[in-house]
């Protein structure tokens, strides 16, 4: 990937989420994960690389393009790419089918035809062929994050953000995602992580960017930010996390 910030400014009222954040990630990353306290500004990051949020300074390039923040272009950015958060978000009254089907032909215009084809190869991608007419009601957390994951890549998207997808997840569900998770960055796929499993972080991440008050403190290669960091604040959290 080829993305850099620019003095990225972004505020929620008196919340200052991003202070004049600088970043370059060039190839060969091809995954890009964010670490940090809660509060540090992961989510804010992720909203605005997707293109769901403008900042309100600064730039965001892409592949050396500035990318003009009015409602077309942004419109035509999020539809390139596939998101994925915390919580689940399928629609609880669609099969598991329907819920990937439903952007592909509200968002991306696809014919129901299509439609079907491109769901039901990301659903066996994922080993959920035998789920897809279930309800998310009738799946567990891991099938249901995995329905999440079937619809985010469907339209097989330049970008993948996922925002701490297991952190709603119990530990043998988390081991289940992360394994998806890592099939997808051997097959190449682009992706932009936020996760505080610091061992699956230092296992898939190309780059690793740690953030806090809205800031980067540090980013480096995993083995560097991981066996290595430099600063205090990073060394404090990771004493902390890794701990027990
Ligand atoms: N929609 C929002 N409205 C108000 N404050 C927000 C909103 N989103 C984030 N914030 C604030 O911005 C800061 C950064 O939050 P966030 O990006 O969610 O951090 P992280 O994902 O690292 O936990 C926090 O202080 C948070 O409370
Ligand atoms: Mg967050």
Redesign the pocket.
């Given at each position: 990937m080829n993305i850099e910030l620019r003095q990225i400014c972004k505020y929620?009222?008196d919340?200052h989420?991003l202070r004049e954040l600088d970043l370059i990630v060039s190839n060969p990353t091809n995954v890009l994960v964010l670490i940090?306290?809660?509060?540090?500004?992961?989510?804010?990051?992720m909203r605005l690389l997707g293109g769901l949020e403008s900042p309100h300074a600064g730039n965001l390039l892409f592949d050396k393009k500035i990318l003009a923040q009015d409602e077309s272009t942004l419109l035509k950015h999020r539809r390139k790419n596939g998101y994925l958060f915390q919580s689940f978000n399928l629609f609880p009254h669609m099969t598991a089918r329907e819920n990937v089907e439903l952007p592909l032909i509200q968002v991306h215009d696809k014919s129901a035809e299509q439609a079907h084809t491109l769901a039901a190869e990301a659903l066996a991608q994922f080993q959920l062929t035998g789920h897809a007419d279930k309800y998310p009601a009738q799946l567990s957390g891991g099938q249901q994050q995995r329905v999440a994951i079937a619809r985010a890549i469907a339209i097989k998207p330049r970008l993948l953000l996922l925002?701490?997808p297991t952190s709603a997840l119990d530990p043998e569900m988390t081991a289940e995602i992360l394994a998806v998770i890592e099939s997808l960055t051997q097959s190449g796929q682009q992706i932009i992580l936020?996760t505080h499993e610091m061992g699956f972080a230092r296992a898939v991440a190309d780059q690793v960017v740690f953030?806090a008050d809205?800031k980067i403190v540090e980013q480096g290669a995993p083995c560097n930010l991981f066996n290595q960091p430099e600063s205090k604040t990073v060394q404090n959290f990771l004493n902390k996390v890794m701990r027990y």
């Open positions: 929620y009222g919340t989420a940090g306290p809660s509060g540090g500004g992961k989510s804010t990051l925002d701490e936020s953030l809205g």
